[in-house]
């Protein structure tokens, strides 16, 4: 199947500074990928979707000046997490998907970012 | 937007019985229904999906239903084993197959 990796698999940072994850499809040309963030015993909740080329859209109630995705080629997404702190404490997962209808979504394995 | 109602939050069960999971929603334009498996510190793993146009589909030791009339859709795992125990998370999309919305989760755990 589809491979889908996340760098790094965790961070750990201090309040204030900025994070960079990225998300990259190996073996197929990702269209739109999705990033998520889930807090513990939590379910996945969507922050934004991005296409190749466009602008991210972003979910309700997600900032898009503090959570800036980058989603420059077919088979890169980055999430940069900007001016981080405690409350940010997450695990943040990304999905790649190819065009078309009812394409599956290939999912990272995740990236657990603490903020000191 | 869509809400996605999972039940049992925890199932216990014990090696060899059956699972059976189960997700309601509300919006009849959803087409699309995946089912998840996420161990601890993992990404999810797609187990299986089923569209609009089909009631049912099985794959080995596990099956989806789904009820388009009521709104449901259920996720059966028989003969479960220990390397079943999970999370399970259900999910929909309405048009297209773009975004997910997804259950609450259910903490599965089979035991010896």
């Known amino acids: 199947g589809a491979v889908v990796s996340q760098h790094p698999s965790w961070v750990i940072c201090k309040s204030g500074t900025s994070v960079k994850i990225e998300c990259r499809s190996l073996?197929?040309?990702?269209?739109?990928m999705f990033w998520y963030r889930q807090f513990p015993k939590q379910s996945l909740m969507l922050m934004a979707t991005?296409?190749?080329?466009?602008?991210?859209?972003?979910e309700q109630g997600v900032e898009k000046d503090k959570f800036l995705i980058n989603h420059a080629s077919l088979t890169l997404s980055t999430l940069t997490v900007t001016s981080a702190h405690p409350e940010d404490s997450s695990f943040y997962i990304c999905?790649?998907?190819?065009?078309?209808?009812?394409?599956?979504?290939?999912f990272g394995p995740g990236t657990r970012l603490t903020v000191l | 937007g869509e809400n996605v109602e999972q039940h049992p939050s925890t199932l216990s069960v014990q090696e060899g019985d059956s699972a059976v999971i189960k997700c309601t929603y509300s919006?009849?334009?959803?087409?699309?229904f995946p089912w998840y498996k996420q161990e601890l510190g993992k990404g999810p793993q797609l187990i299986i999906d089923?569209?609009?146009?089909?009631g049912e589909k099985k794959d080995q030791r596990i099956a989806v239903t789904l009820n388009k009339t009521a709104k449901h859709f259920s996720l059966h795992i028989t003969e479960t084993q220990p390397e079943d125990s999970a999370v399970y998370f259900c999910?929909?999309?309405?048009?297209?197959?773009?975004?997910?919305?997804f259950g609450t989760g259910t903490q599965l755990k089979v035991e010896l």
């Open positions: 999905s790649a998907r190819e065009g078309g209808l009812y394409n599956e979504q290939f």
């Open positions: 073996d197929f040309q990702a269209t739109t």
């Open positions: 991005s296409n190749e080329g466009s602008k991210a859209t972003y």
């Open positions: 919006d009849s334009a959803s087409n699309y």
């Open positions: 089923i569209r609009s146009n089909v």
């Open positions: 999910a929909l999309s309405t048009g297209g197959g773009n975004k997910l919305t």
